[in-house]
């Protein structure tokens, strides 16, 4: 069993950066592939970025590739996003996942999700 928490997020304006972590626990935690997915009001959710558990592959959706960052944290439980050069369209509520056997690269059927943290960019 595996719990994701997010936290990090909040208000920003437009052009600002934030930084959302998630904090996986659970004992038989290992070796997973995480990543970020958004949704924003009255939209489906979306691919935002996915990373390898070795932090070695990672993919980003076309629209935030070159602003977001994926990494992940020092003892490898945890994964960052890095948000710079932030737009209205990013406000969403983020949410974090956790996969065994696959980099997480757009669709949504993966194996954990965390409840979710939500960014406000305002104009």
């Known amino acids: 069993q595996v719990q994701l928490v997010e936290s990090g997020g909040g208000l920003v304006q437009a052009g600002g950066s934030l930084r959302l972590s998630c904090a996986a626990s659970?004992?038989?935690?290992?070796?997973?592939?995480m990543g970020w997915f958004r949704q924003a009001p009255g939209k489906e959710r979306e691919f935002v970025a996915g990373?390898?558990?070795?932090?070695?592959?990672?993919y980003y959706a076309a629209s935030v590739k070159g602003r977001f960052t994926i990494s992940r944290g020092n003892a490898k439980n945890t994964v960052n996003l890095q948000m710079n050069s932030l737009k209205p369209e990013d406000t969403a509520v983020y949410y974090c996942?956790?996969?065994?056997?696959?980099?997480?690269?757009?669709?949504?059927?993966?194996?954990?999700w965390g409840q979710g943290s939500q960014v406000t960019v305002s104009s």
């Open positions: 996942i956790a996969d065994k056997d696959r980099v997480p690269k757009g669709g949504t059927s993966y194996d954990y």
């Open positions: 659970g004992r038989t935690f290992n070796n997973y592939h």
């Open positions: 990373i390898s558990w070795s932090g070695i592959t990672t």
